[in-house]
């Protein structure tokens, strides 16, 4: 995603109003790397500019998103999120946490949808679940002797 003062550009370009309220949602964006829901952002933004809507950020996002400044990633539990990083990337989500994290996958130009005759494929998407570092650490010093297990499992 371009910086702030980049997308305050782009915005003008377009002749798209051009608020405080959006510029603030550009900061709250810009190399964020915790793939946000409209939510979070609004609790953020409310609490640096009181009276900011939800109705705004919504459009904020979905305007950014059509630009092709943001994506929109829906990992199937009911929220979307939105991620600033354009780049080709797939994501891991923590099952204990929560967290959603980017991770490349070094071959994956090489997916193809084979069996997919008579479909448009669009997009394809790689979806990592499991537990995060800090929550598998986590796990590991409540249960010291799971380590001796997985040990021995593997």
Known sequence: MRSP??????????QLKLTPQRQLLFSLLHQNQSHPTA??????????????????IYQTLGELADM??????????????????MGEHQH???????AIHDVDITSAPKLRAGSAEGFAVEEIGVVF???CNRCNHKQQVRSPGSQAKNKASN
């Open 68 to 85: 092709g400044e943001l994506q929109l990633v829906d990992l199937g539990n009911g929220a979307m999120r939105f991620d600033p990083n």
């Open 92 to 98: 891991f989500v923590c099952g204990s946490c929560g």
């Open 5 to 14: 003062t980049e997308l305050a550009q782009v915005f003008r370009e377009k």
């Open 129 to 131: 679940h499991g537990r």
């Open 39 to 56: 939510e979070s952002l609004y609790e953020i933004a409310s609490k640096q500019m009181p009276g900011i809507s939800l109705r705004t």
